[in-house]
């Protein structure tokens, strides 16, 4: 049995840190020019320690033994590295995507030259949710599109929403062709037997998690894993060589590493415990609801929109703050650093908001229904551009992502028409407090 108590980084730096060296290295601030955030962040930021190859191949390998990938790498330009590289691995290739995806996935395509086909998704009619592709429009698409060489889906979403794995495994297996999901927001699943199974477990071939969201690493920090028989090792390997610094950050690494350790050693207590945390909360507050993972709470304000209840809250003393606001929702996210303390507060906050009486009644935007682009990412993304207002950008071809962030789904893709009520549900998530990425200061269109 691998003994999950070691973290080989952390040793190693503080191995090296222990013999007091005199450096003449990079980086230039030796651990010495601040004590901000602490000296000993700025002292274990080191450059390549004797062995330290040897010390990220082993902290690589224990993070693999633990959800039993065949090979694992650790990630210092957060989830978004990771999709790039997942879509860098299949280049130029037509590859069948959630419409849900995070921009990020934009971002890849952009690089690899994909030729998507954007495959619909489901919304829950109740809670205005997302609920993902269904297995039927996988086993559609991909009928319609026989040299698909390979599928792109999210699995959990923002809303701890899980999907169809199981289905879409079956589904891409069948053809013969891989499963790549984004799993940013499940570092945690599998840990607990509350929460879903990692994608990974249930047979997808690559799947990226930013461990900085719900594990326990710090920010910009992220894990791509793989178990395949239908991508090579090789090839990840190859495409992460492209992205990746050559001077990856040791504290980053070692966060990583530390994460593993605390998932191993104590996430199934810590998991416990936001069980229990956000069923008290629930049973408290019906407007309070989770999907496939307890730790991932949405807020349905009876009355209000999103970003009110967001507003209210930050203005609180201390100011509590919640993860995702929408003009529906307000989504929390309770971390295995969370304590009583803060789920205690959470709920006295709710109890006492002083919530609108009247509903605001926006038609959720949802993707059940996708035209798709008449140019790939990168075609729109290269073509020559100018900068239009909101209103003149209707009817207009869209070069890049439009999106509320968070959560970063394009509501309008590259290479898409842009189109009137697109434009007014972006104005009314502005108008209610919310930030939409590639509005400000004009919309990129194509030039005519
Ligand atoms: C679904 C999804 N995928 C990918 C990302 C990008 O992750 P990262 O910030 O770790 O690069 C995000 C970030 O919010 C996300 O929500």
């Known amino acids: 049995m691998t003994d999950h108590r070691v973290a080989p980084i952390l040793d190693i730096i503080d191995r090296y840190l222990a013999q007091q060296p005199t450096a003449f290295y990079f980086p230039g601030h030796r651990g010495r020019v601040s004590d901000l ?3 000993e962040l700025w002292r274990s ?3 390549e320690l004797p062995g330290i190859e040897e010390a990220i191949e082993q902290a690589e390998g224990l993070a693999a033994d633990l ?5 694992t790498w650790f990630l210092t330009n957060g989830a978004t590295m ?3 590289a997942m879509l ?3 280049p130029g290739a037509k590859v069948l995507v959630g419409r849900n995806c995070h921009r990020a996935t934009i971002g890849g395509m952009v690089l690899a030259g994909t030729v998507p086909v954007y495959v619909a998704t489901e919304l829950d009619p109740t809670t205005g949710v997302d609920l993902g592709v269904s297995a039927g429009a996988l086993a559609m698409a991909l009928l319609e599109h026989p040299d698909a060489e390979a599928v792109f889906l999210v699995s959990p979403n923002y809303y701890g929403v899980a999907g169809a794995v199981q289905e879409w495994v079956a589904l891409c297996h069948d053809r013969g062709i891989p499963l790549l999901i984004d799993s940013a927001h499940g570092a945690h699943w599998g840990f607990h037997p509350d929460f879903p199974p990692s994608p990974l477990a249930l047979g997808a071939d690559v799947v990226v998690q930013s461990s900085h969201k719900t594990a326990a690493s710090l920010t910009q920090t992220a894990i791509l894993h793989l178990k395949s028989d239908l991508v090579k090792a090789q090839t990840i390997e190859g495409v992460l060589s492209l992205l990746r610094s050559t001077s990856p950050s040791l504290p980053l690494l070692a966060s990583l590493d530390y994460s593993r350790r605390l998932l191993a050693t104590e996430g199934k207590q810590r998991l416990a415990q936001i069980v229990s945390w956000s069923e008290k909360l629930r049973a408290r507050l019906p407007w309070l609801v989770s999907f496939d993972d307890p730790s991932r709470l949405t807020a349905i304000p009876p009355g209000g929109t999103g970003f009110q209840l967001d507003q209210w809250l930050c203005q609180q003393s201390p100011p509590l703050i919640a993860e995702l606001p929408t003009l529906e929702h307000l989504v929390f996210a309770l971390g295995l650093g969370t304590v009583e303390e803060d789920s205690d507060r959470l709920l006295q906050l709710l109890q006492e908001y002083p919530c609108p009486a009247k509903k605001v009644r926006v038609a959720p935007f949802n993707f059940a229904t996708v035209e798709q682009p008449t140019l790939t990412p990168r075609q729109a993304y290269f073509s020559a551009a100018e900068i239009v207002s909101a209103k003149e950008a209707i009817g207009r071809i869209s070069r890049t992502v439009i ?10 893709l590259p290479g898409e028409v842009i189109k009137q009520e697109t434009i007014e549900y972006l104005a009314q998530v502005i108008a209610a407090g919310g930030i939409v ?12």
């Open 37 to 39: 955030w602490g000296e």
């Open 45 to 47: 930021d080191l450059p």
């Open 67 to 71: 959800v039993g990938a065949e090979r």
């Open 82 to 84: 990771g999709i790039h």
């Open 88 to 90: 860098l691995a299949f």
């Open 403 to 412: 999106c509320p962030y968070p959560p970063g789904i394009p509501v309008i």
């Open 437 to 448: 990425q590639g509005w400000q200061g004009g919309i990129a269109v194509l030039a005519e």
